[in-house]
């Protein structure tokens, strides 16, 4: 699942996957505005066929509690 | 620290600098201020500021009011004007997280764009049909029903229900129209904004022409049941009252009260809502909102 996610993200911020590691967080990345958030969104919610609440989409604001958020997720 | 708190009307002149990239030239700084000055004296924020440390890196928008529809009253908030610092980007959604907080009330928005009204769909806000259709008002104007009586601005407002005449109040000093019809059915009173028409064909006669030819896009009526019957006598008297050669009228008003079509007629300008209260979308109009206050067309 992590690396899933850090392809994920890779392509919805056009980074390397590599560059993204457990302390990622929104600030980090140029293109994590906004608008590239929810498009992270949609795309983890099509990859993973899970949906979030809005708070839930609205705190996603760094990698750890993407992860977190996911794994909850996919397990229950 | 980044934080969200709210804005106050002194705060105007930190958020000026952030407006003035919104990129809309036609908005000067006098009326970009009337955001900020309470104009419905309803003593509430006019929006949440971005802040880091002291300093201002973004604004949300918010206009405040309490609605009475079909005799009940209903809470909104109007979103405007949401605008981040370049550098603080990735923060933007705190100002909106605030929005989405807010308990028993109808958020709506009217001048999203095209990225922000992606970002909105996506939290699962609603989006209410927005095309409209023109009416044409009658050119022999003397074959107005005799019956119906049209008032301009706030000249007699008898017979008009205490919320229809706070409205008129409220929106008396914004650029726009408002009429009350009397028939002997009753009295509505209206809210239209008057919008510039010249058939696409003929726009070199503009130039020469001494007048400029006008409709009246529709708002707001006070009482549907009585504006939307007789709805062609209604609006050729108030065309032939304003002189206007028709009235622009929402499609989600000719479904709900089943009128024929008129030619269509396309509008930029979407509607987004989002409310844990049950509401009738067509009820929603854009009174209360930075349609009027910052004169949008």
Redesign the interface.
């Known amino acids: 699942m992590e690396e899933q996610l850090k392809e994920i993200m890779g392509a919805v911020f056009n980074v390397d996957p590599s560059v993204i590691d457990e302390n990622t967080a929104?600030?980090d990345?140029e293109k994590?505005?906004?608008?590239h958030?929810?498009n992270l969104?949609?795309a983890l919610e099509e990859a993973f066929d899970i949906e979030f609440d809005?708070?839930e989409?609205?705190?996603l604001?760094n990698y750890k509690l993407i992860l977190l958020t996911l794994q909850e997720k996919v397990q229950s | 620290m980044i934080y969200v708190t709210e804005a106050t009307k002194e705060d105007f002149d930190d958020v000026y600098g952030l407006l003035k990239l919104l990129n809309d030239t036609t908005i000067d700084q006098k009326t970009w201020g009337l955001v900020f000055s309470d104009v419905f004296k309803t003593g509430a924020s006019p929006g949440y500021l971005l802040k880091d440390d002291e300093k201002t890196v973004g604004f949300f928008g918010t206009v405040f009011s309490n609605r009475i529809i079909d005799g009940e009253e209903f809470r909104f908030c109007n979103c405007h004007s949401w605008i981040?610092d370049e550098k603080y980007?990735?923060?933007?959604?705190l100002l909106?997280?605030k929005i989405?907080k807010l308990k028993n009330h109808i958020l709506t928005i009217f001048s999203a764009s095209s990225?922000?009204f992606?970002?909105y769909k996506?939290?699962?806000w609603k989006e209410i049909d927005n095309s409209a259709s023109v009416f044409w008002g009658q050119p022999l104007r003397f074959l107005v029903n005799g019956n119906i009586q049209v008032y301009q601005d706030n000249q007699n407002l008898e017979g008009i229900s205490e919320s229809g005449i706070k409205i008129a109040e409220d929106h008396k000093t914004f650029q726009c129209k408002i009429n009350t019809l009397r028939k002997p059915a009753g009295s509505a009173l209206q809210v239209f904004k008057e919008v510039p028409y010249f058939p696409a064909k003929l726009i070199w006669l503009q130039k020469i022409l001494p007048f400029q030819l006008k409709l009246g896009h529709f708002h707001y009526t006070s009482d549907p049941g009585l504006f939307f019957t007789d709805f062609k006598q209604n609006i050729q008297a108030i065309c032939k009252k304003e002189n206007w050669l028709g009235v622009i009228i929402p499609n989600r008003y000719i479904k709900k009260y089943g009128l024929t079509e008129g030619r269509k007629y396309y509008k930029k300008r979407s509607i987004l809502y989002k409310s844990d209260i049950e509401i009738d979308p067509v009820l929603m109009d854009m009174l209360y909102s930075e349609v009027f206050i910052l004169d949008l067309k």
Do not use: N, P, Y
């Not at chain 1, 994590?32 to 608008?35: E, F, G, N, V, Y």
């Not at chain 2, 980007?89 to 959604?93: A, F, I, M, P, V």
């Open positions: 929104a600030g990345l994590w505005d906004s608008l958030h929810m969104v949609a809005e708070e989409m609205l705190s604001m | 981040v980007r990735s923060k933007g959604l909106l997280s989405h990225e922000t992606q970002i996506q939290l699962k």
